[in-house]
């Protein structure tokens, strides 16, 4: 079993549609990471969480640590959203990531 | 753009053959960290360096080293390689120090080997 598990592992929405991605994760963690990966490629930070929620433009990110549970929403979603969206974690004790799979996310016009 | 460079961004090389992949920092981060992305792996932690010394290990070759050097830029040898080493390998880099916590990091773009 993987210490950081997403889901789902493929989401396709229409343009506008909130989408809500989740992570779950199994260790004692210092911080939760979100990655967006382009197609191209890059891999673009979009928040680091230790407790509570952040928000940028239209993208809110949750993290309930009694749970070990995260979630990434966008609102009034775009084309431009589709990307992977990787989970990750800093276990307790060392700054080294450990990834989910990632979550294909394709937003159709 | 992150501020974190490498270079090069693609290369194409024969197994068992010998490459350097190198990374810069961005300016004032002293933690670099390398990081593999193959297609049936995913993402996976290499190593990490912070101010010219090894600070962590993930799961990293032994055929595979690397290092950082006094203008904090480094560079990942890998060598002997082998058909499975074709991947994507992404350097970030963080201002974090301390062992205890979490920095938010910074990737770059990415080099792609491809091992024929």
């Known amino acids: 079993k993987n210490e950081v598990e997403q889901s789902p592992q493929n989401l396709t929405a229409q343009e506008g549609e909130f989408i809500t991605i989740n992570c779950s994760y199994s260790v004692g963690i210092s911080a939760l990471h979100w990655l967006q990966q382009h197609p191209g490629g890059g891999i673009v930070s979009l928040f680091m969480?230790?407790?509570g929620k952040k928000k940028h433009g239209r993208l809110i990110a949750t993290i309930n640590i009694q749970e070990k549970h995260s979630s990434l929403h966008i609102t009034a979603s775009h084309p431009r959203d589709s990307a992977v969206y990787i989970c990750?974690?800093?276990?307790?004790?060392?700054?080294?990531?450990?990834f989910g799979t990632g979550t294909r996310l394709t937003i159709i016009p | 753009d992150s501020g974190v460079t490498q270079t090069p961004k693609h290369l194409i090389t024969a197994t068992g053959q010998r490459v350097t992949l190198r990374c810069s920092p961005r300016?004032?981060?002293?933690?670099v960290y390398w990081y593999q992305q193959s297609l049936d792996q995913g993402l996976q932690f290499l190593i990490q360096?912070?101010?010219?010394?090894?600070?962590a290990k993930g799961n990293i070759l032994e055929r595979f080293s690397a290092q950082q050097f006094p203008d904090l830029h480094s560079e990942l040898n890998l060598s002997s390689l082998e058909l499975g080493d074709s991947a994507l390998y992404f350097c970030?880099?963080?201002?974090?120090?301390?062992?205890?916590?979490?920095?938010?990091?910074?990737f770059g773009p990415g080099t792609r080997l491809t091992v024929t």
């Open positions: 360096y912070y101010n010219g010394e090894e600070r």
């Open positions: 969480l230790s407790s």
């Open positions: 990750a974690v800093n276990p307790f004790g060392n700054e080294k990531l450990t």
């Open positions: 300016s004032g981060d002293l933690s």
């Open positions: 970030a880099s963080s201002v974090g120090d301390r062992v205890w916590g979490s920095y938010e990091q910074y």
